[in-house]
């Protein structure tokens, strides 16, 4: 068993008018990957709804931030310092305009890109070292505002195309516990039908 606590992030708004948003790809994914693996979210820690238990020996809390996106990080950084996780061990999974819908960028850190949801987390760590995994989206058709986009639901179309995208990033975080950043980066940032 690694004693080690991982801390995987969704992001999203909380309140069911927002569960289907294309803003809430970060919540999808952690839903999924608790239901895998039996985990429930049971606990209400700073500002987050937490699932706690192990996933293929690993120690992990998966987080559902509380506080609607712009202020994550009012949230992430407490649990953060409460599980004294060094910063590759948080792992923060969101949407991305500026990926194509479906596709998936893995990176062990950097900026926000624009996005209010790292911003907010950024800030309150003071730090960008930590991994992250980015779920596209696309960009708005035509000159339609990116933040209406972004609260639009999924049309039924879209969120069964994302089924195997979610499922790819259920195994890139698999990777990512088990085997470290490099691998699973190998898998989730190759084109899609390239294993």
């Known amino acids: ?3 080690r606590r991982r801390i995987i992030v969704g992001l999203g708004n909380p309140g069911k008018q ?3 948003n294309r803003h809430n790809a970060g919540f999808m994914v952690v839903d999924r990957l608790a239901d895998r693996h039996g985990l429930k979210f049971t606990r209400m820690m700073n500002k ?3 699932a706690l238990g192990e996933i293929e020996g690993h120690k992990v809390a998966l987080v ?3 506080t609607f996106m712009n202020l994550s990080g009012d949230s992430v950084a407490p649990i953060f310092r409460f599980y004294k996780a060094a910063p ?3 792992l923060v999974v969101y949407d991305e305009l500026d990926l194509p819908e479906g596709q998936l960028r893995l990176r062990p850190k950097g900026g926000a890109g624009g ?3 790292m911003k907010s987390i950024i800030a309150r760590l003071g730090s960008e070292e930590f991994p992250r995994l980015r779920v596209g989206v696309g960009r708005p058709p035509g000159r339609r505002d990116p933040k209406d986009f972004l609260l639009d639901d999924f049309t039924p179309a879209e969120l069964a195309m994302l089924d195997s995208v979610f499922d790819r990033a ?3 975080i698999r990777r990512w516990l088990t085997d470290g950043i490099d691998n699973a980066m190998n898998f989730v940032n ?3 039908g390239d294993e």
């Open 1 to 3: 068993m690694d004693e």
């Open 18 to 20: 927002y569960a289907n």
């Open 48 to 50: 987050g709804i937490v």
């Open 64 to 66: 559902k931030p509380q």
């Open 88 to 90: 590759g061990d948080l």
């Open 115 to 117: 996005h209010n949801g």
């Open 170 to 172: 259920i195994e890139g």
């Open 190 to 192: 190759k084109p899609i």
